[in-house]
């Protein structure tokens, strides 16, 4: 499990990795990250050997960043550099990351909220072996029109790349369900309209 804290002897929040033996007993409890401020809403998946751990980095309240680090799944340690990997160099808040992934291979793919132009976009990432931007590192867009975009959920499309869905407020009588799809280089699909699709409607509206 992953989970934020106080950090010893400190107001900061940290962000931990702790795993349970099938018996019941603690085989580790390590820190993932312990640096400067507030790291919030931290999550995890299995993939192997691995273990992604993904988090909100809020150390600078008006400049929040995501970031994410691999460990060793039998020792709870660091692959990546430590404090782990900022998924995206552009100023502004990038929050509410998920990440798409599926099967023991293959590298994850991470979503998040972005409000760099002052609306809230969507962007995401793939992240290689070394802890190091895989796509453009100031990540890749998905939807940037100026609507209110949120609920966002992704799964992988098989090949390296990602689907995106969310609720998008474009119309804002009826919130429709859009999609987009980033390929495996990162790269929108060209089937797609720029900033997504419309699918759906959601069964229950706001």
Same mark, same amino acid.
């Given at each position: 499990?992953?989970?934020?804290? #106080? ?22 409890n390590?820190?993932v ?6 790291q919030?809403a931290?999550?995890?998946? #299995? ?7 993904? &988090?909100? /980095?809020?150390?600078q +309240?008006?400049?929040? /960043?995501v ?15 430590a404090?782990?990997? $900022? ?7 990038q929050?509410?990351?998920? !990440? ?5 291979? /293959?590298? +994850?793919?991470?979503v998040?909220?972005d /409000? ?13 072996? $070394? ?6 590192? =100031?990540?890749? +867009? ?11 959920? =992704?799964?992988?499309? *098989?090949?390296?790349?990602? &689907?995106? *869905? &969310?609720?998008d !407020?474009?119309?804002?009588? =009826?919130p ?11 790269? !929108?699909?060209?089937?797609f +309209?720029a900033?997504g699709?419309p ?8």
């Amino acid at each position: 499990c992953t989970y934020d804290a #106080l950090g010893t002897g400190t107001h900061d929040k940290d962000i931990y990795l702790c795993r349970i033996s099938r018996h019941g007993k603690l085989v580790y409890n390590h820190p993932v990250t312990e640096a400067f401020g507030d790291q919030f809403a931290p999550q995890l998946v #299995l993939k192997g050997a691995d273990v992604y751990v993904w &988090w909100e /980095d809020h150390a600078q +309240p008006q400049d929040k /960043d995501v970031y994410c680090q691999q460990l060793d799944y039998q020792t709870g340690k660091a692959r990546w550099p430590a404090d782990g990997a $900022l998924m995206c160099l552009n100023k502004g808040n990038q929050t509410a990351p998920l !990440a798409s992934t599926h099967g023991v291979y /293959d590298e +994850p793919v991470f979503v998040w909220l972005d /409000d760099r132009d002052g609306q809230q976009d969507i962007y995401c990432q793939k992240m290689n072996n $070394l802890g190091e931007a895989h796509w453009d590192y =100031a990540g890749v +867009p998905v939807a940037r029109s100026k609507y209110l975009k949120r609920n966002l959920v =992704a799964t992988p499309d *098989g090949q390296g790349g990602t &689907w995106v *869905g &969310w609720v998008d !407020a474009r119309n804002p009588v =009826a919130p429709h369900i859009y999609a987009a799809h980033v390929t495996l280089l990162g790269t !929108a699909n060209a089937d797609f +309209p720029a900033d997504g699709k419309p699918i759906g409607v959601p069964h229950s509206q706001p």
